[in-house]
């Protein structure tokens, strides 16, 4: 698609989490995806190289009085949703809807006012009530598919969404708030959380086009909230269909889902592997 368009293809390394990061693991995405025949600009953007830049723009979202910190596990999540309600418990991109239990003791109790310098190894979340009146403040405009610009809570989407969802997909604060409520954007073991770390990067790079699956979809608004705060552009989205298994489910490296370099050591080629997802 990047070379269709007379542009760049990106890679980027997600190992802000150096729990889950290695080396070697590192190394195996290089070499499978130069089998494959895919190139990129070197060097690669790490996000364990940009901790800085996040921590700049977590600062940004503390002065203008919209973050908070949490302590909430994920247990007294779940059981603050579960009573005394009945029936399913909500749930967004993130999981579980934070009910917001820190939050509604913040406003009470005022325990940081904006000028106070933000809290570290804290788990911070977003207040998506106030970040979305404050993000309606900023004109933010995004080229059409037919040309001009409209501006609006939104994003253009090229590829499709899990039911088809395609073109301008717009959506209103509450969307925002009842639908994905206040995400965590730092987390305590290793400061920026992705949906942060995620939107700092495409700004960074020049980004135009993110070309990532169906499963990120939903989270699409809470980026464009993000980058209204902060005032960066939105890109075009291509979100495009998983990869699953003869039951239909989601190949995912948790359940350890087949490596390419397993097929290559089947005798498979790139050809193959093309064929394989459609392409």
């Not at 600009?41 to 979202?61: H, I, N, Q």
């Not at 979809?217 to 699953?244: C, D, E, N, S």
Request: a negative charge; aromatic letters at 8%; charged letters at 25%.
């Amino acid at each position: 698609m990047a070379e269709a368009a007379g542009g760049t293809f990106h890679l980027r390394i997600d190992d802000i989490d150096q729990n889950r990061a290695r080396p070697d693991w590192e190394a195996r995405i290089y070499d499978d995806l130069t089998w494959l025949g895919l190139t990129w600009p070197k060097p690669v953007r790490r996000e364990s190289d940009s901790l800085v830049e996040y921590e700049t723009a977590l600062d940004t979202l503390w002065q203008m009085g919209l973050l908070y910190p949490c302590t909430c596990s994920r247990r007294d999540i779940r059981d603050a949703l579960s009573a005394p309600q009945e029936g399913a418990l909500p749930i967004g991109p993130d999981g579980l809807i934070y009910p917001g239990t820190c939050r509604e003791k913040m406003r009470l109790e005022r325990t940081f006012p904006e000028d106070n310098p933000r809290p570290r190894n804290t788990t911070l979340r977003l207040d998506m009530e106030l970040a979305c009146q404050r993000a309606e403040t900023f004109e933010h405009r995004i080229d059409t598919p037919t040309g001009g610009w409209h501006s609006y809570a939104g994003f253009i989407e090229e590829g499709s969404g899990p039911n088809g969802e395609t073109g301008l997909i717009e959506f209103t604060a509450q969307d925002m708030i009842a639908g994905i409520g206040d995400v965590v954007v730092a987390r305590q073991e290793f400061g920026a959380a992705y949906h942060l770390a995620v939107v700092i990067d495409d700004a960074a790079q020049g980004i135009t086009h993110v070309v990532r699956g169906q499963d990120l979809f939903a989270a699409t608004a809470i980026h464009v909230v993000l980058q209204r705060l902060l005032q960066l552009p939105t890109p075009t989205y291509h979100h495009h269909r998983l990869i699953r298994d003869e039951n239909g489910k989601r190949l995912a490296k948790r359940d350890d889902a087949r490596a390419i370099a397993t097929y290559r050591d089947e005798g498979l080629t790139p050809a193959d592997i093309r064929a394989k997802v459609g392409l």
